[in-house]
């Protein structure tokens, strides 16, 4: 297996087992640009659990992301395994109250770790 369809895999192993995942530039308590901070604030204020990855330590995802998710730019949010977009659909969603709800769904009451 090549070092790219290693990234692959983990990418997707990422995605598969985390219901909401944010790949963004730093993090959210110290976030790299203005659109991952907007991001990772979003979905605090939204209230549910989210993991996240840091693409500046990551390089290799950071290059490879976009061929999975056929989306260019970062941040890039997915939710129940399904890429949502960037900072401007996660704030209009956000805004019209579409974003909550899809968090919400995504993390069951009954998971302990929610």
């Known amino acids: 297996m090549s ?3 290693n990234i692959e895999e983990t990418i997707k192993d990422q995605i598969s087992k985390n219901p909401i995942i944010l790949y963004m530039k730093g993090s959210p308590n110290q976030p790299q640009c203005g659109f991952s901070s907007q991001a ?3 979905l605090m204020a939204c209230g549910e659990r989210f993991a ?3 693409i500046l330590a990551n390089p290799e995802i950071r290059s490879n992301l976009p061929k999975i998710s056929d ?3 970062f941040p890039q949010l997915f939710v129940d395994g399904e890429l ?3 900072c401007d659909i996660m704030t ?3 805004q019209n109250g579409e ?3 899809m968090l919400t769904k995504a993390t069951p009451e009954e998971n302990p770790e929610s």
Do not use: A, N
């Open 84 to 86: 949502v977009g960037g």
């Open 40 to 42: 990772s604030q979003i």
């Open 71 to 73: 989306w260019p730019t």
């Open 99 to 101: 974003l909550k709800d």
């Open 3 to 5: 070092v790219e369809e």
């Open 92 to 94: 209009e969603l956000y």
């Open 52 to 54: 996240y990855v840091d």
